[in-house]
């Protein structure tokens, strides 16, 4: 079985993926991390000093090397279903689960994160929330292509163990 989790930040991919790595004896990945690892850079960094088109590219390198693995769940960034060809790749390998959070609960966690989120460092909560439905409304197209959605209150483990049930 291969999960990918898919969203904004601030979603809780990465929360999601560790919680249901130990329920289930799946490895867990954070997409992220890997790359941060891999680049001995944070991605803020990697962003200033390579460039989106770089880490876009180191990202998809990464993401596909899963294709060689046969179980895990991996919590990705939130634009990696958005460019490359990502969301078509993740779709054919496996599961895709879209975590849907409203804008208030991840500007809520945002404002909570400020100093680890380079993309949002610098701006008041208002400026946040129209980066975050701005964001929403570009990824939208290619998040709804996701396996499965779950949205707000339907975000539980119950939900989850219901999704990797049907593949068990």
Request: aromatic letters at 12%.
């Amino acid at each position: 079985m291969k999960l990918f989790l898919i969203g904004m930040m601030g979603t809780g991919k990465s929360h999601w993926t560790k919680y249901l790595s130990k329920k289930t004896k799946l490895a867990g990945y954070d997409l992220d991390y890997l790359i941060e690892m891999n680049e001995e850079k944070t991605i803020a960094e990697i962003f200033a000093e390579d460039g989106e088109d770089y880490f876009r590219k180191t990202e998809a390198k990464l993401l596909r090397w899963f294709g060689e693995k046969k179980a895990y769940i991996l919590a990705t960034g939130g634009g990696t279903p958005c460019f490359l060809d990502n969301m078509t790749w993740m779709n054919k390998q496996g599961i895709t689960i879209w975590i849907d959070e409203p804008v208030e609960t991840l500007v809520e966690r945002a404002v909570q994160q400020k100093e680890h989120r380079p993309a949002i460092q610098g701006l008041t909560n208002e400026e946040i929330h129209a980066l975050f439905e701005k964001r929403i409304a570009e990824r939208k197209v290619f998040y709804s292509q996701a396996t499965h959605h779950l949205k707000g209150a339907d975000i539980s483990e119950k939900a989850f163990q219901q999704i990797i049930r049907q593949y068990a």
